[in-house]
């Protein structure tokens, strides 16, 4: 069973940084991707950073630069470093794993119950 379990998230102010952690099953060690997603109530899902079970990373480009993710294998853990955080990241963040793709608008896609972030400025 997928179990993914997200904290870090706060208050901060803007400029600052927050690391979020999603604590994963073992089942989904076989997964092709985990990825961290982001959304406003009322809003769209946007998907933030993935990362492949290859190793391969992406980004959106409102967080390039500023965002890193990375995987503790051991741990099974997914990370998110956050750094001179904006107002607009304001969002709940999710940690989420696909057994098969990075597809954005795939079904398959299972989800943590959220971290919040806030960023005042």
């Known amino acids: 069973q997928v179990q993914l379990v997200e904290s870090g998230g706060g208050s901060v102010q803007a400029g600052g940084s927050l690391r979020l952690s999603c604590a994963a099953s073992e089942y989904t060690r076989g997964h092709w991707c985990m990825g961290w997603f982001r959304q406003t109530p009322g809003k769209e899902r946007e998907w933030v950073a993935i990362?492949?079970?290859?190793?391969?990373?992406e980004y959106s480009d409102s967080v390039k630069g500023r965002f890193t993710i990375s995987k503790d294998n051991a741990k099974n853990t997914l990370y998110l470093q956050m750094s001179s955080l904006k107002p607009e990241d304001t969002n709940m963040y999710y940690c989420a794993s696909n057994p098969s793709t990075c597809d954005w608008d795939s079904g398959s896609w299972s989800w943590g119950q959220g971290t919040q972030v806030t960023v005042s400025s």
């Open positions: 990362r492949k079970r290859s190793g391969k990373i």
